[in-house]
């Protein structure tokens, strides 16, 4: 029986929020990129924000040119960052809803609202040969029109699941991303997940059967500022193996 993997993107946004609360060079993420690369992580995921609020545009410039493994860009479908993607050609384009306001990403996108914009800059970036992910909520409409305009992959928003108050409450949002797993493969969209996912609650996630990727920031970002990126990265990625996410680290 084949055994199935689970790539770990780690988001290094974070190592550069540390930065920029002093306006310096250090933390650099793209160090801590490298050291995840190192540690086995199978992608490196950051999100450049129209406001510049952590990743700056030369974090992503040399990012590109010195990520050995994939280079997923986390981006809004605004016109200026399209073009930027475009020039840059991540591995892959996650694109997402951004809010200047918001401490993070809220939710996931609105795809029945932004439809004709999101095809257009799938179409674009899918031309220039990057593969493209939705950010959007474990619903069944949301799915579909994902694969109607064009996705190659969806990655499931994970908040609710992460922030569910008791078992029951996080069993019914882990239900959900369940069978939207389900509904996004069925479409032949690549399945993966992301927000708000730990050390603690990644193992219920993997009961998602199609479920190629997490994308991991501010969990393994907080470990490591105490026991190192390297140390970080590996445990989470022990956590992905099978019979792996019991939570014990």
């Not at 069993?171 to 730990?198: F, M, N, P, W």
């Not at 997490?214 to 470990?223: A, L, Q, T, Y």
């Not at 490591?224 to 014990?248: F, I, Y």
């Amino acid at each position: 029986m084949e055994v199935k993997l689970i790539r770990l993107g780690v988001n290094v946004d974070h190592v550069a929020t540390l930065r920029q609360a002093r306006r310096t060079v250090e933390p650099d993420p793209v160090w801590a990129a490298a050291l995840a690369e190192l540690a086995g992580a199978d992608q490196i995921t950051v999100h450049l924000r129209e406001d510049r609020r952590h990743i700056q545009d030369r974090d992503v410039e040399v990012l590109r040119r010195t990520v050995r493994t994939r280079l997923n860009l986390e981006m809004g479908a605004s016109e200026e960052i399209t073009s930027i993607a475009l020039a840059l050609r991540p591995d892959q384009a996650t694109l997402v809803p951004e809010k200047r306001q918001e401490v993070t990403t809220e939710g996931g996108l609105d795809v029945a609202k932004h439809r004709a914009r999101l095809a257009d800059v799938i179409s674009r970036l899918k031309s220039a040969g990057i593969r493209v992910s939705l950010f959007i909520d474990p619903e069944k409409k949301v799915t579909e029109l994902s694969a109607a305009v064009g996705a190659d992959a969806v990655e499931f928003h994970t908040g609710a699941y992460a922030n569910a108050q008791g078992d029951m409450a996080a069993a019914r949002e882990l239900e959900k991303l369940i069978k939207a797993g389900d509904i996004a493969a069925s479409r032949g969209l690549a399945v993966y997940a992301g927000h708000g996912l730990t050390y603690w609650n990644i193992g219920p996630v993997l009961k998602m059967k199609p479920l190629e990727e997490v994308n991991i920031g501010h969990s393994i970002i907080s470990r490591a500022v105490l026991v190192g990126m390297e140390r970080a990265v590996r445990e989470m990625k022990a956590l992905l193996q099978p019979g792996g996410g019991d939570g014990t680290v």
